[in-house]
C-alpha cells in the first residue's frame, strides 16, 4: 500500500515541470509547495556572512484516490 502523502524535492537538473510529471507518473497529486533557502557561509577576517546560493523546493503531495 502506498502512503498517503509524499514529499517530492526537485532535483539538482530537473525543472519543476519535470518533478511534476514524476509526481503524476507516482499516481499523486500536488498540494504544498515550499522553498527553503540555501546559504554558503562566508568568513571575511573575524567576521562570517551568510550568502544565499540557491533555494530548495519541496512539493506536498497526496495520493490520488
Do not use: H, W
Not at 524535492?9 to 503524476?24: A, P
Not at 544565499?52 to 503531495?61: L, T
Request: one cysteine or more; charged letters at 40%; a positive charge.
Amino acid at each position: 500500500m502506498s502512503k498517503k502523502k509524499m514529499q517530492f524535492e526537485v532535483q539538482e537538473n530537473e525543472t519543476i515541470e519535470e518533478c511534476l510529471d514524476r509526481i503524476k507518473k507516482a499516481g499523486y497529486m500536488p498540494v504544498r509547495r515550499t522553498e527553503k533557502p540555501i546559504f554558503q557561509e562566508v568568513k571575511k577576517g573575524s567576521e562570517t556572512d551568510y550568502v544565499p546560493v540557491g533555494r530548495q523546493i519541496i512539493f506536498e503531495a497526496k495520493l490520488i484516490e
